[in-house]
């Protein structure tokens, strides 16, 4: 039984559009995800999940420790439901988050911020001015880990943190020292450039060989920089935590001595843009089907809604792919549209009224702001239900 089949066996009694998520693929790639980090923990990225139970039950899998959130109310939540070790990876500027962080011990205990300047711990104190009694809050420094050459004239990884070299990371960290209330416990640095992007596009040989050799050369400058920030910053404070890598890059990031744990989570899914990789290969697991209600010639099948673009540059690549049956794509004029998406190609002949075509998201987490539940598949069985944040109620960005 090939895996469209499967699919639709296993959810003939639900009516589309609805998101399922393949359990045998999603522990594959869990497996592969654990294998690729060689012993390190992996703190598992919310946003690519965004399914309470879910981040639960991966929690529960050896190899996984901790969250990555990516906003303090989210985190705040689920300290709230008992998860212990949950570090926000982005700077916050939620004054009621932050004083309700520092009113709850527990919570405080739980929950580590992001900052990568002096602006940031202004803020948090001002914030937290009122609270008393108040926690001490727990701090993390975000280290620029993008790759920069020709003087600066090239820039590779997303804009993040102003502290590059070590010796900002130190004076940020002296400054949280003197600071009290707060406490320095880790430090994270994100190569997005490596982590975040595929050395294996497809079409464009040249394309290929410039990612490739960037990302070489990125690698080798980032393992001396990060090696340096961390231990100028030890000798300020006494780091719980060195956090870094992503799917893209869970191998090379856990050579490193200086990091003690990696990010991933988008490896859980494995969407779309994670097929142009050469360092491993993952199982599509979350999936989301749609029923054809139209057919507007015999070559073309018309499916209801679809248009659920990535975040990111715009382009092709952000759309989500028409999966199975094999073959389809998308009309140039209208491509994935918001309340319609007609699919050309030889499978669309085959296409009735109410069949289903499968799709994947380009991006992980991104689905489940478009569904309140994934089904949960066993091989060609429903093995329950997951509410994702969207289906708790919860809308954190």
Same mark, same amino acid.
Request: glycine share 10%.
């Given at each position: ?7 639709? +066996? *296993?959810? =003939?009694?639900?009516? !589309?559009?609805?998101?399922?998520? /393949?359990? %045998?693929?999603?522990? $594959?790639?869990? &497996? ?122 090239? +820039? *590779?990884? =997303?804009?993040?943190? !102003?502290?590059?070299?070590?010796? /900002?990371? %130190?004076?940020?960290? $002296?400054?949280? &020292? ?220």
């Amino acid at each position: 039984m090939d895996a469209r089949q499967r699919y639709d +066996r *296993a959810t =003939a009694a639900i009516e !589309p559009p609805f998101a399922i998520l /393949d359990l %045998a693929a999603m522990r $594959a790639n869990a &497996a592969e995800l654990v294998r690729r980090a060689a012993g390190k923990p992996i703190r598992v990225a919310s946003k690519s999940v965004r399914s309470r139970p879910l981040l639960e039950h991966i929690l529960a899998m050896d190899g996984f420790q901790g969250v990555m959130a990516f906003t303090l109310p989210e985190a705040l939540w689920l300290a709230g439901h008992g998860f212990e070790d949950v570090l926000v990876a982005y700077p916050t500027a939620d004054r009621q988050a932050l004083a309700a962080l520092a009113g709850d011990a527990v919570a405080a205990g739980r929950v580590t911020v992001t900052v990568d300047s002096l602006a940031h711990l202004d803020f948090i104190e001002a914030a937290v001015a009122g609270v008393h009694p108040r926690a001490e809050l727990r701090i993390c420094i975000d280290i620029d880990a993008g790759y920069v050459a020709f003087g600066g004239k090239f +820039r *590779a990884g =997303a804009l993040r943190s !102003p502290i590059r070299e070590p010796e /900002d990371a %130190a004076d940020l960290a $002296a400054a949280v &020292a003197k600071r009290p209330g707060l406490r320095l416990t880790g430090l994270l640095a994100y190569e997005a450039q490596i982590a975040g992007v595929g050395d294996d596009p497809p079409g464009n040989a040249l394309l290929t060989r410039a990612i490739r050799l960037m990302q070489a050369r990125s690698a080798r400058e980032l393992i001396v920089r990060r090696g340096r920030v961390v231990n100028a910053v030890r000798r300020v404070a006494d780091l719980e935590f060195v956090n870094g890598g992503g799917t893209g890059c869970v191998e090379r990031t856990v050579r490193e001595k200086a990091v003690t744990e990696v990010a991933a989570g988008s490896g859980l899914f494995h969407p779309r843009l994670f097929d142009f990789y050469r360092g491993f290969t993952g199982r599509p697991a979350a999936l989301f089907a749609l029923p054809v209600v139209r057919r507007p010639a015999p070559d073309i099948a018309t499916v209801l809604g679809g248009g659920y673009p990535a975040s990111g540059e715009p382009g092709s690549s952000r759309l989500p792919q028409p999966y199975l049956p094999a073959g389809l794509r998308y009309s140039p004029d209208e491509g994935a549209g918001e309340v319609q998406t007609p699919l050309l190609g030889q499978a669309a002949e085959d296409l009735r009224i109410g069949d289903r075509v499968w799709f994947r998201h380009a991006k992980a987490g991104e689905l489940c702001e478009r569904f309140d539940t994934l089904h949960l598949v066993d091989g060609d069985t429903l093995a329950g239900a997951a509410p994702t944040y969207r289906g708790e109620g919860r809308a954190f960005l």
